[in-house]
């Protein structure tokens, strides 16, 4: 299996990311990962700091001769924004955003200065994930999976659903959509928001294709792929809800119009629609596997909420950190990221192999005989 750990605050030296169980022989290079970042870092209603930081990825470990070597891969993050911190005088954070990890994180760990949890608590971590994430995706590239994310909703103005053919109209907007009516309405209900002081949310979806059949499994409750990409794009700093497939939609319709029918042609199962998601029973089934998450609005407010000092126990204002007014499409290529991850491990999982060439040769093992069944 593949895992990994991030380390590293916010304001901090650097992030860093360490990924265990990557085979030997993927080429692998910060050209592979950079182009990541740099997609992360883009969007429209995002803060300041966007101009502050330039994140470019150091390999210090696993990778020898543009090539993993089997041993863990390093990744480290040099933090740009570092340097204006490193001789300030710091005052302690007392006041708690609603919304956001400081009150319950201070409660949790004993801490009375609430900057001791936001730091790691800050969606910043997520460059170190989305760094992990590109080593996935390249891994999956050697077997043709492709993974592509774009927003569909942002403060309830809805996106026409996009779809892989339209990767570079979705790559050059602002935000991550293809349907250029509803960005128009998108921008102006973010700049009404940062105008007012205020943050919007909204949903974005990711397609995997060409994943064959069979990753993931029914046999336990921990190795169903739906449940492992929905934890970890629960996991993703502001993400109240996942759907695969039809989704919630499912719950108020008939079986009879929800499952998608099965039929066999040209030397294989396919079938014609894929409410679905692309996973039956926790396995995928071939088709795309369609995930969809929803951000709800970020925590930090420039006119912020009524609050408590933790030290005063008094009324106050919640705190005022640098933040977005909007990251929904930030937090897709992230979920890009952890997609990528949760698919790449069930992939070694299934397949695995100390070697890329033992991965490829079990694959085509598995193909062929699943073919003829």
């Known amino acids: 299996m593949i895992r990994f750990l991030t380390a590293g605050e916010s304001h901090g030296k650097a992030l860093v990311a360490v990924i265990d169980g990557l085979p ?87 801490l009375s200065d609430i900057r001791d949890v936001l730091e790691r608590a800050s969606a910043r971590e997520t460059a170190a994930r989305v760094a992990a994430g590109a080593v996935c995706k390249k891994f999956l590239k050697e077997f043709g999976v492709d993974i592509f994310g774009y927003v569909t909703e942002i403060a309830g103005i809805m996106a026409k659903p996009s779809d892989i053919k339209y990767k570079s109209v979705v790559e050059a907007s602002p935000l991550r959509t293809s349907d250029k009516k509803a960005e ?54 502001a993400i109240k809800g996942v759907e695969i497939g039809l989704g919630f939609k499912a719950a108020k ?68 950190e640098r933040s977005d007014t909007c990251a929904v499409p930030a937090a897709c290529v992230v979920g890009e990221s952890i997609v990528a991850y949760e698919i790449a491990n069930c992939f070694i999982e299934k397949f695995g192999g100390d070697t890329l060439m033992d991965i490829k040769a079990s694959l085509k093992a598995y193909l062929k005989r699943i073919k003829v069944l």
């Not at 030290?311 to 106050?316: A, C, D, F, P, R």
Request: aromatic fraction near 6%; include cysteine; hydrophobic fraction near 35%.
């Open 24 to 110: 030997s022989g993927l080429l692998l290079s910060t050209l592979d990962i950079n182009p990541e970042l740099k997609r992360r870092q883009e969007g429209y209603g995002r803060g300041k700091r966007m101009s502050i930081e330039n994140d470019a990825v150091e390999i210090v470990s696993g990778v020898r001769n543009g090539k993993t070597i089997g041993s863990p891969v390093t990744l480290l993050i040099a933090n740009s924004d570092f340097k204006n911190w490193g001789n300030k005088v710091i005052c302690p954070v007392t006041m708690p955003r609603p919304g956001h990890a400081d009150l319950s994180g201070s409660l949790k760990y004993g």
């Open 184 to 237: 128009k309405a998108m921008i102006a209900v973010i700049e009404k928001a940062k105008k007012n002081g205020d943050s919007v949310g909204g949903v974005f979806e990711i397609i995997a294709k060409k994943v064959p059949a069979g990753v993931g499994s029914y046999t336990q409750w921990d190795k169903k792929l739906d449940a492992r990409l929905a934890g970890g794009l629960m996991s993703l700093q």
């Open 253 to 320: 319709q008939k079986g009879s119009k929800v499952h998608d029918e099965i039929y066999f042609g040209k030397g294989s199962y396919y079938r014609k629609s894929n409410n679905c998601g692309g996973i039956e029973g926790g396995m995928s089934n071939g088709s795309d596997i369609l995930v969809r998450a929803a951000m709800k609005p970020i925590a930090t407010l420039y006119k912020p909420l009524n609050s408590i000092d933790i030290i005063t126990k008094k009324k106050v204002k919640a705190t005022v």
